[in-house]
């Protein structure tokens, strides 16, 4: 149980009988986790878009995601997942602003309005491609190695079934067409924080993306979970307020 009150500027951990300053890094902490539950019994997330397609992202992830992109620069994305193709197009929008790189979407069904919204938006035709079909099927992931060339820079983003055997399955699956140096994001772990609340279920706590990435880092080596640092901060937070914790798994060799 907390309480916040802010007149005296203090967060209390009732449980625990602790008390944070408002402006404390811990104090900010626990109001993030209390906001991010909030939102996502709201439905926060489903709130947005980007250049006219809807994006279910929080708007941090997006910035923090923009900013390893941007330093990075890669030659092509990989994201499973679709739905509205609202990332596709914000990682696309990126690309033409660097002018560099190219997006390839996996969805296990892209539903035909989804579609036809997209292959109409105007940065379509110059940085997307679209493959349909399940993101662990051995022929989608032989065809999406078949549109990476030698020696390109990639970056994989799982967004698709956030299931730990299947972002398992993904990690097995795209993890050797990372490049050194750049990531393999497992999003949606917040799926352990949330558990509980609506639209959950009852193993979110063990069965979610940030467990497998913990099971896929102890099982290859050449690969670590890295929180990329911040590019600029002048702030005492040092931590993202996300819905993908321990999400970056960087190729380290």
């Not at 402006?23 to 939102?39: P, T, V």
């Not at 002018?99 to 996996?106: A, L, N, Q, V």
């Not at 497992?186 to 959950?200: F, H, P, S």
């Not at 890295?226 to 960087?250: A, G, H, L, M």
């Amino acid at each position: 149980m907390y309480k916040i009150d802010t007149d005296n500027k203090l967060v209390i951990d009732e449980k625990n009988n602790v008390t944070h300053p408002l402006g404390s890094k811990e104090g900010f902490k626990i109001i993030s986790d209390i906001w991010l539950k909030s939102g996502w019994e709201t439905k926060y997330v489903y709130s947005f878009a980007w250049m006219g397609r809807p994006v279910i992202q929080l708007p941090e992830d997006m910035i923090r995601i923009q900013e390893i992109i941007f330093n990075l620069k890669p030659d092509v994305i990989v994201e499973t997942g679709i739905a509205h193709g609202g990332s596709l197009i914000f990682y696309a929008s990126l690309c033409k602003a660097m002018e560099k790189g190219r997006i390839i979407g996996i969805d296990i069904e892209i539903r035909p309005h989804n579609r036809k919204a997209i292959e109409e938006h105007f940065l379509y035709k110059d940085y997307i491609q679209m493959v349909e079909g399940s993101s662990t099927a051995p022929e989608i992931v032989s065809d999406v190695k078949s549109r990476i060339k030698e020696g390109e820079t990639v970056l994989v983003i799982l967004d698709s079934n956030h299931t730990k055997q299947h972002v398992l399955d993904e990690l097995n699956a795209y993890a050797p067409m990372v490049s050194v140096g750049s990531y393999i994001v497992a999003t949606d772990g917040i799926m352990e924080l949330v558990k509980g609340l609506d639209r959950t279920g009852d193993d979110w706590d063990w069965n979610n993306p940030k467990a497998a990435a913990i099971e896929f880092v102890a099982q290859n080596p050449d690969f670590i979970i890295e929180e990329p640092p911040f590019p600029f901060n002048e702030s005492i937070v040092d931590e993202r307020i996300t819905y993908w914790p321990s999400c970056y798994i960087k190729k380290i060799k």
